[in-house]
């Protein structure tokens, strides 16, 4: 299923796009697991918008561990296996679970932001995969800016702890050497930007450091529901941000024994694919 240029082009432009990556099976139990953690958000479910006409935007994390069809998914799914091959490393370690759910119709659009920077990790080896559940079209699908991923810049990220006034999620740029975050919507003929029409089982694979978003701006009768699994690949070492991070994992990972600058291991973050 994962041809020579779905790695290509991950290396090169930081996205790849997987049609049919995963089954319609494996699609179904996404969304009830989905349609379980709506009803039942984790204490790191967040409301990011709620619109005049009361359409929202809702985020959970990191619910693998209670909601058994993500668990599921995340040990027994071709998931690991696609993340491996698609970054071309030796071994991939699962970090953790996002959902991204729309209400129909919902406008607001998530800022561009890079994901590497908010993690309590460091690599260059890592992947992002956005897995829709539901049709979503072009103009409401999370966009790319190709090539980003190279950049090498460290910009200021947005702060997505003011979006829910949630002190765990602030991160703070103020006083470090990052420069201002590039205005990309402003300035869109300057930039390469891919999205895609997508269908349920889809994925967009995408390395860490690319930057992303713009996800939204749906047409009235559409929902965006949207799974996403973070994968780490070989060169990635722990690595506590100054800047604050988003989820911090600081805790748990001293609890759990690591280090600033150890390798990712330990239950944690399981080793699911070898090559
Ligand atoms: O789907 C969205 O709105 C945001 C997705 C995103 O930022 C991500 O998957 O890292």
């Known amino acids: 299923m994962i041809t020579d240029e779905h790695v290509a082009e991950f290396s090169e432009q930081g996205v790849t796009l997987i049609r049919k ?3 319609d099976e494996w699609v179904h139990v996404l969304r009830s697991g989905i349609d379980a953690n709506i009803a039942s958000p984790s204490d790191r479910g967040r409301v990011w918008d709620t619109d005049a006409e009361g359409r929202v935007t809702f985020y959970d994390s990191q619910a693998w561990r209670s909601i058994p069809e993500y668990r599921d998914f995340v040990l027994n799914s071709p998931m690991a296996g696609i993340a491996g091959t698609v970054m071309n490393v030796s071994k991939v370690n699962f970090f953790f679970d996002a959902v991204f759910v729309r209400s129909p119709g919902a406008q607001f659009r998530t800022p561009f932001h890079q994901d590497e920077p908010y993690w309590s990790v460091e690599g260059f080896e890592t992947c992002s995969a ?21 950049w090498g810049v460290k910009y200021q990220q947005t702060n997505f702890g003011a979006l829910v006034d ?7 740029y103020e006083n470090t050497d990052a420069v201002p975050f590039p205005d990309i919507e402003g300035n869109r003929d300057d930039y390469e930007i891919l999205s895609w029409d997508m269908e349920p089982g889809d994925i967009a694979v995408f390395n860490a450091r690319m930057i992303h978003g713009g996800s939204g701006n ?5 929902e965006l529901k949207v799974f996403n699994t973070q994968w780490l690949g070989d060169d990635v070492r722990v690595r506590f941000k100054p800047e604050g991070m988003d989820p911090d994992h600081t805790a748990v990972m001293t609890e759990a024994g690591l280090s600033d600058g150890d390798p990712i291991g330990t239950d944690l973050y399981p080793e699911l694919w070898r090559r």
């Open 21 to 23: 990556a995963i089954s």
């Open 130 to 150: 956005w897995t829709p559940l539901v049709p979503v079209e072009k103009k409401s699908a999370l966009e790319f800016v190709a090539g980003s991923h190279r």
């Open 166 to 172: 949630d002190e765990r999620d602030y991160v703070s």
């Open 218 to 222: 749906l047409a009235a009768e559409r």
